[in-house]
């Protein structure tokens, strides 16, 4: 039984570049959580999806920032220009409900030289 | 603000040991479930409590859920080297549209 599949697992890039990260979730959860983890803030949700519909958009920084879900199985976190500042593990995860347990990816460990 | 803030932020034991960390939230909860991340790999679920429940066991692990203190503690029994790790808590509570996680306990079990 797959996991959540993240991809890359590591994104060096640099300043000004577009970074595009994706995330297919387990099948059958409805929901697809998007997180970003750092030293200085921990782990904070950017977004979440229900059935491939976003529902609370609060948690993306900034307007570089968007993501999309085309389909229950497939979902990607776009960053457009990248800034040092978005340096981070980038997680997704998929749950059945909203109050189930969450299944994260292993991550992506983003580098904005 | 921040839902859940677990304590000690770091823990150092030995082999064999018993682990204790602790959360504490602030808002009436709903659920409240322990995460573990070992280090370069996402979190993975150990155990959820509900709020009407006070004690739950998974294999060497306890939580225990005291709602009037609003807290929670997890101790991990006769501690192994494979343990260390971050432990995560993570609240919901009715009407939240997600799950809150707290800052974390960075357990280091010594062989």
């Known amino acids: 039984d797959a996991g959540v599949i993240q991809s890359p697992r590591h994104e060096v890039t640099e300043m000004g570049q577009e970074v595009t990260l994706r995330c297919k979730p387990i099948s059958g959860h409805d929901y697809l959580f998007w997180y970003r983890q750092t030293m200085m803030r921990g782990l904070e949700l950017l977004i979440y999806?229900?059935?491939?519909?976003?529902?609370?958009d609060s948690g993306m920084p900034e307007d570089r920032f968007s993501a999309k879900m085309p389909n229950a199985s497939f979902s990607t976190l776009k960053i457009q220009p990248s800034e040092p500042r978005d340096s981070a593990v980038y997680f997704c995860?998929?749950?059945?409900?909203?109050?189930?347990?969450?299944?994260f990816g292993d991550g992506t460990r983003l580098s904005i030289l | 603000s921040q839902q859940g803030e677990e304590d000690p932020q770091a823990l150092s034991i030995q082999e064999g040991e018993n682990a204790t960390m602790n959360c504490s939230y602030k808002?009436?909860?709903?659920?409240l479930q322990w995460y573990r991340q070992n280090s370069g790999r996402g979190l993975v679920h150990l155990i959820l409590?509900?709020?009407?429940?006070r004690e739950k066991h998974s294999g060497r692990l306890r939580v225990t859920l005291d709602t009037s203190k609003k807290s929670s503690s997890l101790l991990i029994t006769a501690s192994r080297a494979a343990d260390t790790a971050s432990y995560f808590c993570?609240?919901?509570?009715?009407?939240?549209?997600?799950?809150?996680f707290g800052t974390g306990t960075r357990l280091t079990v010594i062989p």
């Open positions: 993570a609240t919901d509570w009715w009407g939240a549209n997600n799950l809150f």
């Open positions: 409590i509900r709020s009407n429940e």
């Open positions: 995860a998929s749950s059945l409900t909203v109050y189930q347990p969450q299944h």
């Open positions: 808002t009436s909860i709903n659920n």
């Open positions: 999806f229900n059935n491939n519909v976003p529902i609370d």
